[in-house]
């Protein structure tokens, strides 16, 4: 069973910066994808980005210009950095990645990121 790890979450004023993590228990080097999404009180879980293995990326427009995702393979570990926070950002934020060869997908045990206004 692959586990992922999230770190980094807390509260921060609106335009302030924290750096998610996500450590994994298998290479992430190997990975077809990874992402991070996020879930607010009373609404669905939404994608924040994408990382393929390829290394394109892709963000949801909210978040366009503020976060960025990136991966450090050697420690098998997923970021986000996220700047120019804004209340709506405000969540709980899962990792996920999908693996081939065995075929797996996995979540993380969510990190809650709160900005406050």
């Known amino acids: 069973q692959v586990q992922l790890v999230e770190s980094g979450g807390g509260l921060v004023q609106a335009g302030g910066s924290l750096r998610l993590s996500c450590a994994a228990s298998?290479?992430?080097?190997?990975?077809?994808?990874g992402g991070w999404y996020r879930q607010a009180p009373g609404k669905q879980r939404e994608l924040v980005a994408t990382i393929a293995r390829s290394g394109i990326i892709n963000y949801a427009d909210s978040v366009k210009g503020r976060f960025s995702i990136f991966r450090d393979n050697a420690k098998n570990t997923m970021y986000l950095q996220m700047n120019s926070l804004k209340p709506e950002d405000t969540a709980v934020y899962y990792c996920?990645?999908?693996?081939?060869?065995?075929?797996?997908?996995?979540w993380g045990q969510g990190t809650q990121v709160t900005v406050s206004s």
């Open positions: 298998r290479s992430i080097f190997s990975f077809n994808y």
């Open positions: 996920n990645a999908h693996w081939l060869n065995p075929v797996g997908d996995y």
